[in-house]
T-cell receptor
Framework: GAVVSQHPSWVICKSGTSVKIECRSLDFQATTMFWYRQFPKQSLMLMATSNEGSKATYEQGVEKDKFLINHASLTLSTLTVTSAHPEDSSFYIC??????????????FGPGTRLLVL | KNQVEQSPQSLIILEGKNCTLQCNYTVSPFSNLRWYKQDTGRGPVSLTIMTFSENTKSNGRYTATLDADTKQSSLHITASQLSDSASYICVVSAPDSWGKLQFGAGTQVVVTP
């Protein structure tokens, strides 16, 4: 099956620093990638939808200047948490929509990135 | 109000036993319904995906059912194993939603020896 990777798998940083998380579709082209955040014992919360070559669409309540998303190619999207604070500590997961899939709704999830801000 | 409701919230079962998880949704119309397994600290992994015209779909010891009339789905785990301990998430997508998914809160399953 299709594979989506994320890098890094975990990161610890000091408050005030910026952290970049990469999401790659390894064996397919993804016109659309999604970024989610997941807090302990809760389900995934969609943060933004990232379309290749255009600006991301953010969900209500998600600060676009705080969470910068770049989808520069059909296989790579990045999420940068700017000036991270302890409340940004969470599990960040991306998913990629398969452009050539038989179903318009085919999506594959990455393994997630654990962010801990001290 | 969440458009995808799952029950129970959590479940403890003995190794080797069967269990059934429930999912009720109000998303309408809907394109497909999926069940994902999420291990702690990992991303969700797809177990089954069903369109509105499908009633059942199996993947090894996992069997999902769908009743589009009552908007209910279930995931049955047969002969549970310790490795089945995870969160099971019901996810519904709507047509023309540009890939946006509606997530249930998940059912936390713990399989004990």
């Amino acid at each position: 099956g299709a594979v989506v990777s994320q890098h890094p798998s975990w990161v610890i940083c000091k408050s005030g620093t910026s952290v970049k998380i990469e999401c790659r579709s390894l064996d397919f082209q993804a016109t659309t990638m999604f970024w989610y955040r997941q807090f302990p014992k809760q389900s995934l919360m969609l943060m933004a939808t990232s379309n290749e070559g255009s600006k991301a669409t953010y969900e209500q309540g998600v600060e676009k200047d705080k969470f910068l998303i770049n989808h520069a190619s059909l296989t790579l999207s990045t999420l940068t948490v700017t000036s991270a604070h302890p409340e940004d500590s969470s599990f960040y997961i991306c998913s990629a929509r398969d452009r050539g899939g038989s179903s318009q709704e085919t999506q594959y999830f990455g393994p997630g990135t654990r962010l801990l801000v001290l | 109000k969440n458009q995808v409701e799952q029950s129970p919230q959590s479940l403890i079962i003995l190794e080797g036993k069967n269990c059934t998880l429930q999912c009720n949704y109000t998303v309408s119309p809907f394109s497909n319904l999926r069940w994902y397994k999420q291990d702690t600290g990992r991303g969700p992994v797809s177990l089954t995906i069903m369109t509105f015209s499908e009633n059942t779909k199996s993947n090894g010891r996992y069997t999902a059912t769908l009743d589009a009339d009552t908007k209910q789905s279930s995931l049955h785990i047969t002969a549970s194993q310790l490795s089945d301990s995870a969160s099971y998430i019901c996810v519904v997508s709507a047509p023309d939603s540009w890939g946006k998914l509606q997530f249930g809160a998940g059912t936390q399953v713990v399989v004990t020896p």
